[in-house]
């Protein structure tokens, strides 16, 4: 079909496209202002070009609007599979770290992996068990590092003394603190 596109908006469809034009997504945003500059008499190559995408991709765009207004140009989150492990993981090991550090067990992620799978039959890895701590429980993390328990600062000055101990044997001879 050529010349000019039969897309057509009314005021509230023109607002909200504006709107949508100032979003921190930029797909959402290109759209939006790509529907917003056909409402204004702009060619598809010529749209095409500004966004540098290819005409069937503005085309394309016109064509979701036309059919689904505002809504079908927004971006979606496609929903991907429940995070079964990861919720099993942290029901287990929330109430586990919780606890203050002078009255737990040191829970390290081997331990943590055989208690879930005792407490809830999964089966999780440790980098995902890990992931799953870092992102789901800092606050457990920040406390425990408050109370000097943790931290890169308390393993580091552990490790050196363990170097130390050891002498100019294998494990540390090359830590500059300890070259003669």
Same mark, same amino acid.
């Given at each position: 079909?050529?010349?000019? *596109? &039969?897309?057509?908006?009314?005021?509230?469809?023109?607002?909200?496209?504006?709107?949508?034009? %100032?979003?921190?997504?930029?797909? @959402?945003?290109?759209?939006?202002?790509?529907?917003?500059?056909?409402?204004?008499?702009?060619?598809?190559?010529?749209?095409?070009?500004?966004?540098?995408?290819? @005409?069937?991709?503005?085309?394309?765009?016109?064509?979701?609007?036309?059919?689904?207004?505002?809504?079908?140009?927004?971006? %979606?989150?496609?929903?991907?599979?429940?995070?079964?492990?990861?919720?099993?993981?942290?029901?287990?090991?929330?109430?586990?770290?919780?606890?203050?550090?002078?009255?737990?067990?040191?829970?390290?992620?081997?331990?943590?992996?055989?208690?879930?799978?005792?407490?809830?039959?999964?089966?999780?890895?440790? &980098?995902?068990?890990?992931?799953?701590?870092?992102?789901?429980? &800092?606050?457990?993390?920040?406390?425990?590092?408050?109370?000097?328990?943790?931290? %890169?600062?308390?393993?580091?000055?552990?490790?050196?003394?363990? *170097?130390?101990?050891?002498?100019?044997?294998?494990?540390?001879?090359?830590?500059?603190?300890?070259?003669?």
């Amino acid at each position: 079909m050529a010349g000019k *596109s &039969p897309v057509t908006a009314n005021e509230d469809q023109k607002a909200a496209l504006e709107a949508l034009a %100032s979003s921190r997504d930029r797909g @959402e945003a290109d759209r939006a202002r790509a529907i917003l500059l056909t409402l204004k008499g702009w060619s598809s190559p010529r749209i095409a070009e500004v966004f540098r995408v290819r @005409e069937d991709t503005v085309r394309f765009w016109r064509g979701e609007f036309a059919r689904g207004s505002v809504e079908a140009i927004k971006a %979606s989150v496609y929903a991907g599979p429940p995070p079964v492990k990861t919720e099993a993981a942290l029901r287990v090991c929330t109430p586990l770290l919780e606890t203050p550090v002078a009255n737990r067990a040191n829970w390290t992620l081997p331990r943590l992996i055989a208690e879930i799978k005792k407490r809830e039959g999964v089966d999780i890895g440790r &980098p995902q068990l890990s992931k799953a701590l870092r992102k789901k429980l &800092p606050l457990a993390a920040a406390a425990a590092h408050a109370e000097g328990t943790a931290g %890169s600062g308390w393993v580091r000055a552990r490790w050196l003394e363990a *170097s130390i101990a050891q002498g100019p044997g294998r494990g540390g001879r090359h830590h500059p603190a300890l070259r003669r």
